[in-house]
């Protein structure tokens, strides 16, 4: 049985989220350079999110939250982990193919609900019609989460990992085709990704099969651990439904303001590089390492793997949200302002990315905390949870919208991302010392937060000697390049020296194999 080994999967799929990031940001400045902040754009984001909200409902939330600790649990101790994993592509398949069936005939109510600021102008057609479009995006995805947490359970991280890496390379010279051949950009980029989920799907499933798991549809059938994984992930639906919520109450204070949706999403893009490539990375490795310890008895073990995890993760977090927070306009104006994209929509993005950036850790940390609940197949207290946190963003996204207007949205959610995250934490006391950090994580906490502090001075006062070079056309980049570089230098060398990080722990880990 292939063990898996924490440092070596945060690794893997830590580098192929960040290739797709990277990639992401090209897709980003195409959209904003050939499209830009507009009513195109705003039916586009509005649109787009509305599959990817129902993925992160079905899918990668609920699903994968009750799927993955009983696979790797099954495939542990021996208990016929393939027959399970048919079961629940075939009951996966068929509840996503009604839904998406659904979702194309009543796609008009579907955008009011999510939108309703869009009614009575030309963004509600535009997002009905795009909508059509790429609903179908959720089917190819949903299927191809299973097969990336199939993988992931057992201890192979990088096809799974690399697979979103097709959307962005399929949308990008789509949307490069376009402009070139004088099309309109919008209709290529739209249609890129359907096509898209299938490569991603196709992928996944030929890795799987590969690594000796056969999955074939067939009919669905109910059986006693169907029953026991709808019953764990009802929860765990409920608390991503939950989430997306937050989402959708901001993008409805949003869309009461011309090209607010366009710059939300704009900044929400630049704080998910640090969020994908550190949080989202330890959550898939941490659970199925937790789930396959606890099944073992190994508590040990299980400690040690939190601990690690939630070191790595602020030890690359914190300095990543010091830096959205010191330079945020740097990084927006060089990455986005081009073509139809302004300085004034620059200014805007770059307020809500400081607003994201102060919410990072707390994002991150709930990427760590809660596989400590879903690898006990917990997923009751994780909603009650989100449950609150859904009522503080509620309140001050809708409060403040009266008073600050579109960014109460960016607030709100990093307000309630702190909330959530103090409640996990909490969560954690009756688990005992098995969901606490150990000493080395406490040691080094201090020492990672004084790295940022210092880290983030360090740039303050090299925005101040590079600011004339940022804003000249053939000097932004390599300024930006250099501020960059400045920041990441300066914190490793001050980490290095205080103790708060020691790259030779990384070395030893990957000799082990750990």
């Known amino acids: 049985m292939k ?3 924490l440092m070596r999967g945060f690794l893997t799929v830590g580098f192929w989220t960040l290739m797709s990031r990277v990639l992401g940001f090209v897709r980003e400045v195409l959209i904003l350079a050939y499209i830009g902040p507009g009513p195109v754009m705003d039916a586009f984001v509005a649109a787009f999110r509305l599959p990817n909200m129902f993925r992160r409902f079905f899918a990668e939330g609920a699903f994968n939250a009750a799927f993955v600790p009983m696979f790797s649990k099954k495939y542990e101790g021996d208990e016929d982990a393939q027959k399970f994993a ?14 998406t069936g659904l979702a194309m005939v009543f796609m008009p109510a579907l955008v009011w609900a999510t939108a309703e600021g869009f009614a009575g102008d030309e963004r509600f057609d535009l997002t009905v019609g795009y909508g059509r479009i790429v609903f179908p995006y959720i089917l190819f995805m949903s299927l191809a989460a299973l097969f990336s947490g199939v993988l992931n359970a057992t201890g192979r991280f990088a096809a799974a990992a690399a697979a979103p890496v097709l959307l962005n390379i399929f949308v990008i010279a789509a949307m490069v085709a376009g402009a070139r051949m004088g099309g309109a950009v919008i209709d290529w980029l739209l249609w890129a990704i359907p096509v898209a989920g299938v490569a991603q799907l196709v992928l996944v499933w030929q890795a799987t099969t590969r690594a000796g798991i056969s999955i074939v549809p067939g009919r669905p059938r109910w059986t006693p651990d169907m029953k026991h994984m709808i ?26 303001t011309p090209n607010a ?20 990375a330890v959550g898939i490795v941490l659970l199925p390492s937790l789930s396959r310890h606890l099944k073992s008895g190994d508590a040990a073990a ?3 793997s939190l601990s690690r995890a939630g070191e790595v993760s602020l030890a690359l977090t914190l300095p990543a949200a010091v830096a959205l927070m010191v330079i ?21 993005i770059a307020v809500a990315v400081s607003i994201y950036g102060l919410g990072l850790p707390a994002f991150v940390m709930q990427k760590v905390l809660q596989p400590l609940f879903f690898a006990r197949e917990d997923t009751r207290t994780p909603f009650r949870y989100a449950t609150v946190a859904m009522v503080v963003n509620a309140i001050l996204a809708v409060g ?13 959610a990093t307000g309630a991302a702190w909330v959530q995250t103090a409640l996990l934490w909490r969560g954690t006391r009756p688990m005992g010392d098995i969901a606490r950090f150990d000493d080395r994580f406490r ?14 001075a360090v740039l303050w006062g090299a925005t101040l000697v590079l600011s004339p070079f940022l804003g000249m056309a053939g000097w932004r980049y390599l300024a930006l390049t250099a501020l960059i570089a400045v920041g990441i230098f300066s914190y490793f060398a001050i980490a290095q020296m205080i103790g708060a990080l020691q790259l030779s722990d990384f070395r030893r880990a990957l000799r082990r194999g750990d």
């Open 231 to 256: 019953v764990v992930a009802v929860p765990a639906a409920l608390a991503s439904g939950v989430l997306q919520i937050n989402l959708l109450v901001g993008q409805l204070v949003a869309s009461n």
């Open 328 to 348: 945020p306009l740097p990084l927006v104006s060089v990455l986005y302002e081009r073509g139809q994209t302004t300085s004034d929509d620059s200014a805007a």
């Open 443 to 456: 040691d080094r906490l201090w020492r990672i937060v004084l790295a940022s502090a210092l880290m983030g």
């Open 302 to 304: 299980s400690r040690a």
């Open 86 to 99: 048919r079961d629940a592509f075939n009951g996966l398949a068929f509840v996503v193919l009604i839904l």
């Open 261 to 280: 949706l366009s710059w939300l999403y704009a900044a929400d893009r630049l704080y998910q590089l640090p969020l994908g490539v550190v949080g989202i």
């Open 3 to 5: 063990p898996i080994r």
């Open 400 to 412: 403040l919208s009266y008073v600050i207007g579109w960014i109460a949205a960016a607030i709100a």
